[in-house]
């Protein structure tokens, strides 16, 4: 045994020797995580400092989606149980790299504002929103690239450090996509699928719809106004119904208002008194009962049928439109693309839907319960006080 020229190993030093390998083996580790750390750091401030290179511009983009199973435009900053608009337009914009994670969390930091609070369910063809963004090399392509086929950025412009596309938005262009049997008379005409627009019909619908045009209190089509309040003066440029189409067996019409600016379920509620009246659920008399302080329980059409359809920025390109700096904000190359969009995605989700949960003729059938008879007066004589409702949006293109 001697002759083998081992000698034998005490049993406290092996396990000692153990012990210092391990701990050789856990320090190397640490030195390596330490400097995968270090590195991701370094990474990570070379990423910051690259984008810092990159210029930082005040941009607009302009959006298109389609409302179907969303809660509006509007993000609803702690809360996930209502899905937006914006959510996933926020969420594209932090992951395409055009914006920190930061300005994500709080959209101020990037100076995020739409030019209107769409309500649920209603889409877009022409939404604008302006924000503050690094300009990166395809910017389009790759916010895109992270958002659903319904939701689209179809196109940039550079602006003014000041713009705020809410407050320099001069007027909102809206339609309204909507089955004609709802213009059929409760008495006599067919209520069903077959039901076409006559020329009458749609020349009636016109002269009421005209009605709405100029200056009005529109306090009776919003539930947030009181008759006094000067807020809700609004001023209607137009609105009118064009030639009936049909699309799947079924008959439809497009009614368009443009408008300075509108408030929550306006435009709803201006389609719906039309449609009550040309039923014979009310007679013409209601629409100037409207204007006056009485309360009037105007009903409010489906949301489904509303588009934004276009807003128009006129005092801004006069005076920055052609300044050799910036473009003006008209987007007549990208009217293909918006039609497009329309074709693939909006007019589509309103006519299936309309076929399969028949949102129109449900709301239809509510019609008759209204009562269009003046329910209160807001002042019964000169010096009594008006109650005042809560405040709705102002001017920010309607929550509608």
């Given amino acids: 045994m001697a002759g083998n020229g081992e000698a034998p190993v005490p049993v406290g030093t092996q396990q000692e020797q153990d012990r210092k390998g391990r701990r050789g083996w856990q320090g190397t580790a640490r030195i390596w995580e330490e400097t995968e750390q270090q590195a991701k750091k370094l990474k990570s401030s070379e990423d910051g400092e690259q984008h810092r290179k990159l210029p930082k511009r005040k941009v607009v983009l302009l959006v298109a989606y389609s409302g179907k199973g969303y809660h509006g435009m509007q ?4 809360s996930s149980k209502f899905k937006t608009i914006e959510d996933d337009l926020v969420s594209a914009l932090v992951r395409s790299g055009c914006i920190p994670e930061n300005h994500g969390e709080d959209m101020r930091k990037m100076s995020f504002q739409r030019c209107a609070r769409t309500d649920k369910g209603v889409s877009a063809a022409g939404q604008v929103v302006s924000l503050k963004v690094w ?3 395809d910017l389009l392509e790759k916010i895109n690239s992270h958002l659903p086929s319904h939701i689209r950025i179809l196109g940039l412009k550079r602006v003014t450090g000041g713009f705020n596309s809410k407050n320099k938005c001069d007027a909102r262009t809206y339609f309204y996509m909507l089955p ?5 008379h409760k008495d006599r005409d067919a209520q069903d699928e077959t039901y076409r627009l006559q020329a009458e019909t749609l020349g009636r619908v016109n002269r009421l719809l005209a009605c ?4 009005h209190n529109f306090h009776n089509f919003t539930s947030q106004k009181g ?3 000067p807020s809700a003066r609004r001023y209607i440029l137009d609105m009118f119904c064009e030639e009936p189409f049909v699309r799947e067996g079924m008959e439809f019409a497009v009614i368009k208002v443009k ?3 509108f408030m929550t379920h306006q435009i709803r509620k201006m389609v719906g008194l039309v449609v009550a009246i040309v039923k014979g ?13 009485a309360k009037v329980d105007v009903p409010k059409a489906p949301g489904l049928g509303l588009v934004l359809e276009r807003v128009h920025f006129e005092k801004y390109n006069q005076r920055f439109g052609h300044d050799g700096l910036h473009e003006p904000l008209d987007w007549a190359r990208e009217e293909a693309e918006v039609a497009a969009f329309k074709e693939q995605h909006i007019y589509p989700t309103i006519i299936s839907t309309e076929r399969h949960e028949r949102s129109m003729a449900q709301w239809l059938s509510t019609l008759p319960v209204h009562d269009f008879s003046a329910t209160a007066h807001a002042a019964a004589s000169p010096g009594t006080k008006v109650p005042r ?3 709705g949006s102002d001017g920010d293109g309607g929550s509608d």
């Fill in 259 to 261: 408008g300075q600016s």
């Fill in 75 to 78: 993000r609803n900053v702690g």
């Fill in 135 to 137: 300009l990166i090399d």
């Fill in 389 to 391: 409702t809560l405040e």
């Fill in 227 to 229: 008759p006094r309040e």
């Fill in 180 to 184: 004609t049997f709802a213009f059929a």
């Fill in 281 to 293: 659920y009310a007679p013409e008399s209601v629409l100037e009962r409207c204007w006056g302080e």
């Fill in 212 to 215: 709405y045009r100029g200056t």
